[in-house]
């Protein structure tokens, strides 16, 4: 079995900053593309930011400038450094990690993490 579990969300008023992370752990032969989502509420669920093994990272538009992603392989773990923080980034963020065993590789998420920022 395979388990992500985020932590670091919270409370937070506008201008502020956050670090989520997200450690994998279970049965594991290789970790590919690790990231982030966030689902507000009443609307789908959107990227965030990914980051590729090899630390190729990409970013969606609106946190573009504020966030940073990061991997430590060694840990299997993947954080997400929010600066700047806006109302409209309250949502719930997900881990996410793309998992392979050398012949498939298969989508794994965590539960989730709130993050809630005031303004």
């Known amino acids: 079995q395979v388990q992500l579990v985020e932590s670091g969300g919270g409370l937070v008023q506008a201008g502020g900053g956050l670090r989520l992370s997200c450690t994998t752990s279970?049965?594991?032969?290789?970790?590919?593309?690790m990231g982030w989502y966030r689902q507000a509420p009443g609307k789908q669920r959107e990227l965030v930011a990914t980051?590729?093994?090899?630390?190729?990272?990409n970013y969606a538009d609106a946190v573009k400038g504020r966030c940073t992603i990061s991997r430590d392989n060694a840990k299997n773990t993947v954080y997400l450094q929010m600066n700047s923080l806006k109302p409209e980034d309250t949502a719930d963020y997900y881990c996410?990690?793309?998992?392979?065993?050398?012949?498939?590789?298969?989508?794994?998420w965590g539960q989730g993490t709130q993050v809630t920022v005031s303004s």
């Open positions: 996410y990690a793309y998992i392979t065993d050398g012949f498939s590789g298969v989508d794994y």
């Open positions: 279970g049965s594991i032969f290789s970790i590919n593309a």
């Open positions: 980051i590729t093994n090899v630390g190729s990272t």
